[in-house]
């Protein structure tokens, strides 16, 4: 019964269940290899509209110059804010194409429009200029709208009555933009309809043409990622305000435009930006590490959120950029784009008193570690003889017991805690399930993502490979620059005892801890102190 785990998914097929499905939830299936077949988890929320748009301001405050992914000779323009708002457009447009189900859905261009005359003295002096280069009233009249402020363009996907913008759509809010261009505007744009997803890309490939950016192109799609998370997190969104420099000829186009995402690609990052929890589970997971257990996670994260600190107050978040892209590899492009969303510093925040969100999926599609109940930790427990008894670490157990649920009945999810329990359980106290299966070496593998659709009829998504463009991607976010890129930003050296600082017992909160300890026992013994299967007895 024994077998060996191959993780063979790791992206999730969007467009077709964008195309045959409704608003509905989602599950995921783990197949441990046991006699009954696959194992369910239970449905996930999928995120497809808001009620509310989003709204962003500009700022100097964090990332006031682009670094580059590369060591740079001379400082470059950031446009980082532009990337953003254009991706905003890029991902919601491809939304409502997908989901469009009457001519209410749609993406429609408002009356607000950045300005793109010729402004002369103080009313000049109030704008951000932007070179877009263009000579297409169409693409003029697209950047237009994208930069104006306030709202130049909306999307919208009715249902029932009700108006819902996608989860990426976002405006700016007290920023005013002046374009420069190279067409004569006609008098009349009304016969201008928004473009669609693809030739909004080809726009927004151009913009980073004419600056020579196209690696800020690929961060600021990362940003766009983190963009449905800033609700969840309780955090505005706040980009770089934009600063033009001369074009120096860094040959960025022939270095990264293989890297940008097609319009055919997008709906997989889509579900990956959009599945609840998801995105945050990612950066929050981060912070843990195997060897911790539960009454040890405060001791464990205080002093790294201590040594973050200083950084954050100073607003320089290079350095912490670096640390988790180094930390966490897979996941360097989120928390690069947390950072030009201006997210990071409220992800330190939440991480004082919040566990990070458990999602088997993510751990997957990411190739990167949360939980001690990931695949790669299932392995036969060791038994340990100790005064005549047999005994397990508990933490085994706990990866038993979920393991042999075949039902999903009583431990249908991972427990919430990602930090294993300390200690070690007999076996004759486990549960009938946990001795059957002790001797084998049951480990769960990745099978599939189910799409529940409004028919009741299910869709099975095995993932999808990029063949020869990336050969050897196992990761959703491996399009997106890797940590030997991220990693390459340029700062001061940061020594390890400028990063170290003393706590005192005033100032530790062991609330994590026992957050991480009442989730750990909660999931084996309920609210009523006994276990599942001793509910019967």
């Not at 036969?380 to 008894?389: F, R």
Request: proline share 8%; glycine share 6%.
């Amino acid at each position: 019964m024994a077998c060996v785990a191959i993780l063979v998914s790791s992206r999730n097929q969007l467009a077709s269940f964008l195309q045959q499905c409704e608003d509905s939830p989602q599950q995921n299936a783990f197949s441990p290899r046991i006699p009954r077949g696959y194992r369910v988890r239970q449905k996930e929320s999928f995120v497809l509209g808001r009620v509310l748009k989003m709204t962003c301001t500009l700022s100097a405050d964090y990332i006031r110059d682009w670094t580059g992914f590369q060591p740079l000779q001379e400082p470059v323009g950031n446009y980082l804010c532009v990337f953003v708002l254009g991706w905003s457009y890029i991902l919601s447009a491809r939304m409502v194409a997908l989901r469009r189900t009457t001519t209410d859905d749609k993406v429609v261009y408002i009356n607000n429009h950045a300005q793109w005359g010729r402004l002369q003295g103080t009313e000049a002096s109030n704008y951000l200029d932007l070179d877009i280069g263009s000579n297409d009233v169409a693409e003029v009249r697209w950047w237009a709208a994208i930069l104006a402020e306030g709202r130049g363009w909306k999307a919208t996907l009715t249902r029932d009555g009700k108006q819902y913008y996608p989860p990426w759509e976002c405006h700016l809010d007290g920023s005013l933009f002046r374009l420069w261009h190279c067409v004569h505007i006609p008098p009349s744009t009304s016969v201008f309809e928004p473009p669609s997803a693809a030739d909004a890309h080809e726009y927004l490939c151009n913009f980073a043409q004419l600056h020579d950016a196209f690696d800020q192109l690929i961060g600021a799609f990362a940003a766009t990622i983190t963009l449905p998370s800033h609700n969840r997190f309780g955090a505005s969104i706040t980009l770089p305000k934009p600063i033009n420099r001369p074009r120096l000829g860094r040959n960025t186009e022939s270095i990264y435009t293989t890297q940008i995402p097609t319009t055919t690609e997008l709906p997989h990052f889509m579900a990956l930006s959009c599945t609840s929890g998801l995105v945050a589970s990612r950066l929050l997971a981060s912070f843990w590490e195997p060897d911790i257990p539960c009454n040890l996670a405060s001791q464990w994260l205080t002093p790294m959120r201590e040594a973050a600190s200083p950084f954050i107050h100073s607003k320089n978040i290079h350095p912490i950029i670096i640390a988790m892209s180094q930390h966490r590899p897979n996941i360097a492009s989120i928390w690069l784009g947390s950072a030009i969303t201006g997210l990071l510093p409220r992800v330190f925040e939440v991480s004082r008193s919040f566990l990070p969100t458990v999602c088997s999926e993510a751990a997957v599609w990411t190739s990167s570690p949360q939980s001690f109940m990931d695949p790669q930790y299932h392995h036969m427990a060791p038994v340990k003889n100790i005064d005549g008894l047999d005994m397990i670490p508990r933490e085994d157990e706990f990866r038993l017991l979920f393991i042999t649920d075949e039902d999903s009945q009583a431990y249908g999810n991972p427990p919430i805690s990602p930090y294993p329990p300390f200690g070690l359980v007999n076996v004759q106290n486990t549960s009938l399930g946990v001795r059957l299966h002790l001797p084998c070496d049951h480990r769960p593998e990745y099978h599939s993502w189910e799409w529940v659709c409004e028919n009741g009829k299910g869709l099975s998504d095995f993932g999808m490979s990029y063949g020869l463009k990336l050969p050897k991607a196992t990761s959703i976010v491996d399009i997106l620059p890797s940590a030997s890129i991220v990693t390459a930003i340029t700062i001061p050296p940061v020594s390890g005892a400028s990063l170290v600082q003393p706590i005192t017992d005033q100032e530790f909160d062991e609330s994590v801890s026992e957050i991480a300890t009442r989730n750990l026992f909660s999931w084996t013994f309920f609210a009523e102190g006994v276990r599942a299967e001793e509910k019967v007895l």
